[in-house]
């Protein structure tokens, strides 16, 4: 079958071991770009630390499925938006990290609150390209009641024992509101329940490709909030890298992150 638009996790799928774009997928890229192919980058990554790599791509001004899906950007507007209200977060993770004292983050739209630049702030600074804002969590929380917007995604970082009492004191009371995974040991990211990559693409077909479906796409993922998108596209593509439970959901697995597998997937399949 010919795919008709691609879509691309980067974390873990898409950057190589430099966390860049390799040579190799630059040049899938533009071969796709001179046929009209959008490769479009869906993460959980805010849209700034996803634009730098659609300009070393030479895709800048292509959608962007930012936030798991919570964010959907086409042409610098945003089209669809989905967020944590303000008093989930400063009840439940505001009084939970009184005494788990985590790291926490929170993201609205190019906004990005850390409560102090420690070790998980500079990290999350040095792999994405953005500088955070240092404010207190109840400082963000109050002015975004203000605006009436609320959190398109929250990272908690810290020691695991800290994280799972966090995770289940969250499974207790707010199960039903919010979707949590652990993309590391040490590594929390919780969005709305209501959104996923595959919402995301959805709402991007729908208002900028309505003659596509879910069938004219592949898309490539290596992680939990890939399964949905990698089951329900006409090819869903794993690296080898992928979660065990990813692996076993694709459609195909292609060779690693660190070996170029996404631009050796499209040279195989498109």
């Known amino acids: 079958m010919k795919y008709r638009i691609a ?5 873990g799928t898409l950057l190589n071991a430099e966390r860049e774009p390799s040579a190799a997928l630059q040049q899938q890229v533009d071969r796709l770009t001179a046929q009209g192919i959008p490769f479009i980058l869906i993460s959980s990554r805010m849209p700034q630390a996803m634009t730098w790599i659609q300009e070393e ?3 800048a001004g292509l959608p962007l499925v930012c936030y798991n899906g919570g964010m959907v950007v086409v042409a610098g507007k945003t089209t669809h938006t989905s967020f944590i209200s303000p008093q989930i977060i400063s009840h439940e993770f505001g009084m939970l990290n009184q005494r788990l004292k985590l790291s926490i ?10 409560e102090s630049m420690d070790h998980y702030a500079l990290r999350e600074q040095n792999n994405t390209r953005v500088k955070p804002t240092v404010r207190g ?3 963000v929380t109050a002015d975004w009641s203000k605006r009436k917007v609320g959190a398109h995604k929250i990272m908690v970082m810290g020691n695991p024992q800290g994280i799972d009492e966090m995770v289940g004191a969250l499974e207790t009371s707010v199960a ?8 590391k040991d040490d590594y929390l990211e919780i969005a709305s329940r209501d959104i996923s990559k595959l919402t995301g693409i959805n709402q991007l077909l729908e208002y900028q490709y309505p003659g596509f479906t879910l069938a004219d796409c592949i898309a490539f993922g290596d992680n939990y909030n890939d399964i949905e998108m990698l089951e ?8 080898a890298n992928a979660k065990p439970e990813v692996l076993a959901v694709a459609d195909a697995v292609t060779e690693g992150n660190k070996a170029d597998g996404v631009a050796l997937a499209l040279e195989r399949w498109m």
């Open 7 to 11: 879509f691309s996790d980067i974390d």
């Open 57 to 59: 791509l030479g895709i």
């Open 105 to 114: 983050q929170l993201f609205h739209g190019e906004e990005w609150y850390v």
């Open 137 to 139: 969590l109840y400082d």
């Open 176 to 183: 039903e509101k919010l979707h949590f995974y652990r993309s």
């Open 232 to 239: 329900a596209v006409g090819l869903g593509v794993a690296v």
